[in-house]
T-cell receptor, first 114, second 114 residues
Framework: AQSVTQPDIHITVSEGASLELRCNYS??????LFWYVQSPGQGLQLLLK??????LVQGIKGFEAEFKRSQSSFNLRKPSVHWSDAAEYFC????????????FGKGTTLSVSS | DTGVSQDPRHKITKRGQNVTFRCDPI?????LYWYRQTLGQGPEFLTY????????KSRLLSDRFSAERPKGSFSTLEIQRTEQGDSAMYLC????????????FGEGSWLTVV
C-alpha cells in the first residue's frame, strides 16, 4: 500500500543550527515527492517537489531535500534554522492509486529555541 | 492574491445542522481537491474533480457529505446532519493537471461541531 512515514513527531532545534526532517515512503513505482509547511491555523504551503532528475532539489526559504531511492527516503534539510521556521512540516507522495491525489504523512512539528 | 480561496474560514455549528464550504481554485486550474485534517494528523483525501466531473471519492466521504463543482469553477462541500466527529479543518486545493502535477492548497475552513 502507498504510505508516508514521518518518524519524528516533534523536533526542537536551536536557532542557527542545522535541521533534517525525515520522510520515508512506500510506493510501487517512481514517486512524485513533496514537502509542505503549515503554520498554526493556516493552510499548506509548498516548500519543494521532486519529479525526476537531480535527486537534490532546492525549495523556498532555504530548504532542500534529497531523494534516495535505495532508502525510500526524501529528507528535508536546512543548514541554518530561523525562529520563523517553527511550524508543522508534511511530506507527501503521489499520485495515489487513482492517479490523482497526494498521500500525506502525519507531520513533524518543528520548534526553534533561542 | 490569485491563490486558492476558501470561505468561511471558521464555522461553529450545532450537532445536526448542515454546513457548506466554498472553494475558489486558482484560475484555470482544472483539478480541484478536498482534504480533511484533524489535529495531529496529516491531510486526508476526500474527493477530486476534473473540471465539473467528480472522478474520485474516498471512503472517508460518507453519504452525509456531498461536493459539487458546477461549471468546473468553484466548488462546494456540504456536510449534512453534522456530528462532533466532523470537527476538522477542510482544505481545498487545486492543480493544473498534467504529468508533473503540483497541488496548491488554500487556507482551510475550520469546522467546530458543538
Amino acid at each position: 500500500a502507498q504510505s508516508v512515514t514521518q518518524p519524528d513527531i516533534h523536533i526542537t532545534v536551536s536557532e542557527g543550527a542545522s535541521l533534517e526532517l525525515r520522510c520515508n515512503y512506500s510506493y510501487g513505482a517512481t514517486p512524485y515527492l513533496f514537502w509542505y509547511v503549515q503554520s498554526p491555523g493556516q493552510g499548506l504551503q509548498l516548500l519543494l517537489k521532486y519529479f525526476s532528475g537531480d535527486t537534490l532539489v532546492q525549495g523556498i526559504k532555504g530548504f532542500e531535500a534529497e531523494f534516495k531511492r535505495s532508502q525510500s527516503s526524501f529528507n528535508l534539510r536546512k543548514p541554518s534554522v530561523h525562529w520563523s521556521d517553527a511550524a508543522e512540516y508534511f511530506c507527501a507522495v503521489g499520485p495515489n492509486q487513482a492517479g490523482t491525489a497526494l498521500i500525506f504523512g502525519k507531520g513533524t512539528t518543528l520548534s526553534v529555541s533561542s | 492574491d490569485t491563490g486558492v480561496s476558501q470561505d468561511p474560514r471558521h464555522k461553529i455549528t450545532k450537532r445536526g445542522q448542515n454546513v457548506t464550504f466554498r472553494c475558489d481554485p486558482i484560475s484555470e486550474h482544472n483539478r480541484l481537491y478536498w482534504y480533511r485534517q484533524t489535529l495531529g494528523q496529516g491531510p486526508e483525501f476526500l474527493t477530486y474533480f476534473q473540471n465539473e466531473a467528480q472522478l474520485e471519492k474516498s471512503r472517508l466521504l460518507s453519504d452525509r457529505f456531498s461536493a459539487e463543482r458546477p461549471k468546473g469553477s468553484f466548488s462546494t462541500l456540504e456536510i449534512q446532519r453534522t456530528e462532533q466527529g466532523d470537527s476538522a479543518m477542510y482544505l481545498c486545493a487545486s492543480s493544473p493537471g498534467g504529468q508533473r502535477n503540483t497541488i496548491y492548497f488554500g487556507e482551510g475552513s475550520w469546522l467546530t461541531v458543538v
